[in-house]
Antibody, heavy 119, light 107 residues
Framework: QITLKESGPTLVRPTQTLTVTCTFSGFSRTRSGVGVGWIRQPPGKALEWLGLIYWDDDTHYSPSLESRLTITKGTSENQVVLSLTNVDPVDTGTYYC???????????WGQGILVSVSS | DIQMTQSPSSLSASVGDRITITCQASQEIRDFINWYQQKPGKAPQLLINGASKLETGVPSRFSGSGFGTSFTFTINSLQPEDIATYFCQQYDILPYSFGQGTKLELK
């Protein structure tokens, strides 16, 4: 059974760095074809695809966030970390991580974590 | 980047109705489109993968079709538990992208 869960600070000050950790179970991030994707959703708005890290460390980002966004493997084998620098209140939203399999897309999602950017 | 134009943005329907949501991709994406259901305060749940493949456990009243740039999502005989927001997403060409969502309400 695949599960994912996001964790991290729920309040971040403007200009600081937002860091969210995705801890997962039920799959190996080194399995060929597997990836972990990140998606966010401002309150009451649509889903926005942020980026993706594949089993071979290949990483892809949304062009609109590429200069501020980094997705890396965590210190544990079952973790992936999202970092967004120089945040602004418009970065407020629920951040989700999800299991990605090449032919299926994002099939299992974490519960999400609401992160507010405010002074 | 590929734009996914989803319509309508909201829809009011009655129990038992057949409802249809469309997504138009700005470029060809073969059949690499998923449909998700999202209920308030919850994460999206994958209902249909690869344009038409129903996920395990998803009721057969949900269906999807299409290839290339034009896609359709249908609920036959709407049930009260289907009230949610529905999103399409293409995963053929990076950066992957979502439609703007369709909020389904009971009439």
């Amino acid at each position: 059974q695949i599960t994912l869960k996001e964790s991290g600070p729920t309040l971040v000050r403007p200009t600081q760095t937002l860091t969210v950790t995705c801890t997962f179970s039920g799959f190996s991030r080194t399995r060929s074809g597997v990836g972990v994707g990140w998606i966010r959703q401002p309150p009451g708005k649509a889903l926005e695809w942020l980026g993706l890290i594949y089993w071979d460390d290949d990483t892809h980002y949304s062009p609109s966030l590429e200069s501020r966004l980094t997705i890396t493997k965590g210190t544990s084998e079952n973790q992936v970390v999202l970092s967004l620098t120089n945040v602004d209140p418009v970065d407020t939203g629920t951040y989700y991580c999800a299991h990605q399999l090449g032919m299926k897309g994002l099939d299992f999602w974490g519960q999400g974590i609401l992160v507010s950017v405010s002074s | 980047d590929i734009q996914m134009t989803q319509s309508p943005s909201s829809l009011s329907a009655s129990v038992g109705d057949r409802i249809t949501i469309t997504c138009q991709a700005s470029q060809e994406i073969r059949d690499f489109i998923n449909w998700y259901q999202q209920k308030p305060g919850k994460a999206p749940q994958l209902l249909i993968n690869g344009a038409s493949k129903l996920e395990t456990g998803v009721p057969s009243r949900f269906s999807g079709s299409g290839f290339g740039t034009s896609f359709t999502f249908t609920i036959n005989s709407l049930q009260p538990e289907d009230i949610a927001t529905y999103f399409c997403q293409q995963y053929d060409i990076l950066p992957y992208s979502f439609g703007q969502g369709t909020k389904l309400e009971l009439k």
